[in-house]
């Protein structure tokens, strides 16, 4: 619950390193239970040492026995409870992976609300056994075993809650439906950055050559995060310009060159090592600092959707329509003039091509023998090439002219070929 409500979460995109490395421990199961742990540990140890502040004609009286009791029935209930959430949310996961795309697993399980319930059932666990040892092992006074008593009271109030909306998670987690909620949920938050979106708040990077130092990647990965912010600051200092070379998502090796510092042909290993810093390389891409990647997933579910063994059109028109809404947010902000924050870094701007390609390759290589997807197709197209400033057009027709052909040589009759064709010749064209 603390990394929930962190505001350093709040944005799209992590600017700094620290708030990229808080942001991916919100996947880690374990994060919040360990932090419920200490809490309960902070707690029995208050109980001891600050029973002294309660008066000592209390109305209430909770017995040693009774206390005990009550705990050993959590600690037991509990240790079940979790033991079966924890196997149904790997059910869950491991279906996501089967009937979605494996690439999705990561978002289905930074959902909120599932982290939260099972944050619960572990932490009642945890504060029943450790209020165990410690009234077992020390003499709690009157006053400390009311407030293990009121412990367990405020535990018990939140384990209810959850439970009842667990009872109703659980019944979703792990659906198609679901899934395609939680992939679009995390591609609006990186669809809505306009830095994310952009040139990261820097300014934008054109294609004139540029000369100075070259650094490299010291490692084979993906890009991650970029701290732009620091990366400023080095520019700063050297009294330069930084063009950044590869954007978040983008797969180097140590042959790729990171960033290029203008006008400064060579820098100490020191100033080299702070500027590989600023890039956070990993083994697989993320949607928040990369919304190419959340196309790709997106056409990686519609595309297993297509495949024989599945035979679901209807999943992928629905993507179809997500991959709409989420390139149309792109078109809002991107009509306007992106606010500068870092004036000493060039970061070359998100192509329209680019998540054109993302979106409709695979979808229309392997929906092109299904009329009802060709269709939506280029209904798709016909939407992004109208949107405000035209920036998706010639990425449209091209894509349209694409799926046009392969749909002219799996379709099987001519009268489907001939409402295809007709829907082609509407994208691209303001007037219909």
């Not at 810093?277 to 928040?288: A, C, E, K, M, Y």
């Amino acid at each position: 619950m603390l990394l929930a409500s962190c505001p350093l979460l709040g944005s799209s995109y992590r600017v700094t390193k620290t708030e990229y490395l808080l942001r991916e421990m919100r996947s880690r199961l374990w994060v919040k239970p360990a932090i419920m742990s200490l809490a309960a540990v902070l707690w029995v140890s208050f109980a001891y040492f600050g029973a002294f502040l309660l008066p000592e004609d209390m109305r209430v009286v909770v017995k040693r026995e009774i206390l005990i009791n009550l705990l050993g029935i959590m600690a037991s209930t509990m240790l079940t409870v979790a033991t079966f959430s924890v196997a149904a949310m790997v059910s869950a996961y491991s279906a996501v992976s089967t009937t979605a795309t494996p690439r999705a697993t990561r978002i289905v399980m930074q959902d909120r609300s599932s982290q939260n319930s099972l944050t619960s059932f572990l932490a009642a666990f945890i504060y029943a056994i450790i209020a165990l040892v410690a009234i077992s092992i020390v003499e709690y006074g009157a006053g400390g075993r009311v407030l293990l008593f009121a412990g367990y009271s405020g535990v018990l109030i939140w384990v209810l809650i959850s439970f009842v909306r667990w009872v109703d998670r659980v019944s979703k987690l792990g659906r198609m439906g679901d899934t395609l909620e939680r992939v679009e949920e995390s591609c609006r938050e990186t669809f809505s950055s306009p830095e994310t979106m952009g040139t990261l708040g820097a300014k934008t990077a054109d294609d004139s050559p540029v000369t100075g130092a070259r650094i490299t990647a010291d490692i084979i990965g993906y890009v991650q995060n970029i701290d732009v912010a620091e990366l400023n600051e080095i520019a700063g200092e050297l009294g330069t310009s930084i063009r950044v070379m590869e954007r978040p998502g983008a797969f180097v090796d140590p042959h790729d060159a990171l960033v290029t510092v203008l006008n400064h042909p060579n820098l100490e290993e020191e100033m080299i090592t702070r500027i590989r810093n600023t890039f956070q390389l990993g083994d697989s891409r993320r949607v928040s600092s990369d919304p190419r990647f959340g196309m790709i997933l997106l056409s990686e579910i519609a595309d297993r959707a297509l495949s024989p063994a599945v035979n679901d059109p209807g999943t992928a028109i629905v993507v179809l329509g997500i991959q709409v809404r989420l390139m149309e947010m792109w078109s809002q902000h991107h009509n306007k003039e992106e606010k500068i924050k870092y004036e000493h870094i060039e970061v070359p701007p998100l192509s329209a091509e680019d998540l054109l390609d993302d979106a409709f390759t695979a979808i229309s290589r392997d929906g092109a023998g299904i009329f009802e997807v060709g269709a939506r197709i280029q209904k798709s197209l016909a939407v992004l090439g109208r949107l405000s400033g035209g920036i998706f057009a010639s990425a449209a027709r091209r894509h349209s002219r694409l799926a046009l052909e392969q749909a002219e040589l799996s379709l099987v009759t001519d009268d489907h070929k001939k409402i295809v064709r007709q829907l082609a010749e509407q994208v691209g064209n303001p007037a219909n």
